[in-house]
Structures are given as structure tokens and as C-alpha cells.
């Protein structure tokens, strides 16, 4: 028997493949300045990065994705953990809830922590989370980091989702005082401003994970799976690119992490470029590992941080804070949001 839970979990990974991984996430308005005199060798390349306390070996991982129970989960973590561990990145588990609130799931996510014993896994919860139910959530899994997602538009546009977002920011800041682990913040696919980001800053939040629009779409998503369709969320959101400048600009203590519809290594550059210390990929792998399986995504993460490396040598930058200073221009939509926003 599927619960419903594991269900719509299903569900949403057909949906998130056969809407196809779009990539409008504002970073082909993003070009680095070239560089024809770079003093160095591909061997002199470093991709360690910080995101808060955390030491990175590389600055790409893989982003939340399916939790919940049911066979089809259970093979996606452990290959998602198994893969992070051979590439030394780090991986995030999907949401954590339905294990918290029924054990009978939790083999599906203690599986990433026994395939992947030492590397950088972090937990996930949803801002309706309790500080004790973040404590089981870190726990289960002996979690490096901490990831609470904020979703309204998702819940919104569920007819089972949330109605209520009052004091959201109450809850992660009692999460973030009260547990022992880093905190991130992370959007799901519709970006993030700088005045969110404040507020999060100033309650001690470790790291935003800006969740930029213009990758995997949750509106299209919840929308494929129901008549009635709120469509007019489909193309809501604030791409990577501009959420990543909208962050950056506030100047918090606070890492980066950009997401949202990453895809190649010159993604993960740009979106470095604009100031992020790490770079969330989800649906993409995800496409990779179903579509053609462990082996190609495997090589697929390899060859990003081979052509990672590529290009911090043509832009002269040894390493990833090097490349978060790289010159760069930005035109198009990307340049037109930012001039009205008024950030340089
Ligand atoms: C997700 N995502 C997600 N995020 C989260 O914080 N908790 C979760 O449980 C899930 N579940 C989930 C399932 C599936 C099938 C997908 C594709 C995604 C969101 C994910 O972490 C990420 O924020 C967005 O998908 C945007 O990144 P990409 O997919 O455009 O790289």
C-alpha cells in the first residue's frame, strides 16, 4: 500500500520530469568580463568554499528533493547520498515532516546518512516545524546543517496546502536559537528578496538558499495534477540571478546559496560570480538519475567540477571567493529588475 503522502511524492517527481527542468533563471543575462592574461595553471584551481560554519569541499551539491516513504523513494536517496559521497559534495534530504510524524518513513531518509557515513548531509523541514521536531529531523539523519524551506506559493496553490503563514518567522528564529546546527533558509522555486533576506539575517539565519525562479516549477507542478488550476502563479517569481543580486546587495554576514534551474557549470560560475558560496542543484539530477541512471549522474557531477575548474582559469581565479569577485556584466531583464530595485 502507497500513503497518500508517498503518493503525491510520486506524483510530483513525474510531474517535475515531464514538465521538463526549464532553465529562465535569469542567468543569460549574466557574462564574466574575459580574461586573456590568467597567471595560472588548472592545477592551482581550489573549489573548497564555507557556507556559514559549514567547510565545503566543492561549492556544488544536491538540493531537497523527494522524502516520504514508499520504494521509489528509498532508491532516489540512497542513490542521491551515494553519488554525494563519491563526488564529495554535499546532499540535502526532502522534507523530513512525514517521518516525524510517522517512523514507518524514516528508513527512506536514515538510508542517506548509512551510504554516505562522512560527508555533508543537511535535514529539511517546512517553516511550520517545532524546535523538538528540528531536533528529531537533525538527528535522524546526524545532520550537518539544517534546511527549512518556505513555500507559499507551493502551498497555495495546493488545495490540501497551507492556508496560514503567520509567524513563520517566529518559528525559524526559535529553530535557529534553539538547535546546534547551522540554519538555512531555502525557497523552493520562487526566489528571494532582500528585505526577506534582512529579516532572516537578523534573526541569526546562517545562510539563504535563494530557490530563484526559472527552474523546476512548483505552480506548473501542483497545477498539472488538478482541474482547477491557479495558472496565474506559473510564471511568478524572482529569477535566480536577480535573487542572488537582491541578497548579495543587503550585505549580511549571511552565505549564499544560489538555486533554481542550474543545469551547467557556467550556471554555477555565474551564479558564483554574482556572490553565492554554493550552488543547490535538484531537478536536473534528478532528470539525470531517472532518465539515465547512477553511473551518468555521477559523471555528469564530475564533469561540472572539470569545467568549473576550466573556467576559473580563463577568468584567472584560484579560488571560489576569487570567482565571487570576478567582473562581470549583467544585461537584459536581470539588468532591468535590478535598476528598478535600485541595486548596483
Ligand atoms: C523538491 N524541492 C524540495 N525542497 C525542499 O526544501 N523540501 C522538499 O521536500 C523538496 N522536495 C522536492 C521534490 C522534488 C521532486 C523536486 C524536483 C524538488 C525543491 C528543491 O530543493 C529546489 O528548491 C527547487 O526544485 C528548485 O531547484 P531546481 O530543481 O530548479 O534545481
Redesign the pocket.
Known sequence: MVSKRAQR?IE??QH??STG??RS?GLDDVTFVHQSLPNLSVDDINLSSNVGELSLSSPLFI?????GGGEDTVIINEALAKAAAETKIAV????QMSAIKDSSERPSYEIMRKVNSKGIILA?L?SEATVDQAKTAIDMIEANAL???I?VVQELVMPEGDRDFTNAIKRIENIVKNVKVPVIV????FGMNREVASHLAEIGVSAI?V??F?????SK?ENMRREQVLSYFNSWGIS?AASIAEVKHGQHDMSIIG?????HSLDVAKAIGLGASAV???????KIFIEKGYDELVQEIKQIHTDLTYIMTALGVKTIKGLQEAPLVISGNTHHWLNERGIE
Open positions: 511524492k510530483h517527481i517535475a520530469l527542468q526549464q533563471n538540493n531537497a528533493m523527494t522524502g540535502a534530504v526532502g522534507s529539511n517546512g534546511q527549512i524551506h513555500n531555502k525557497e523552493v522555486g538558499d530557490g530563484g526559472g527552474g523546476t516549477n512548483f507542478i535566480t538555486s533554481g534551474g542550474i543545469q543547490g542543484v535538484a531537478g536536473y539530477f534528478l
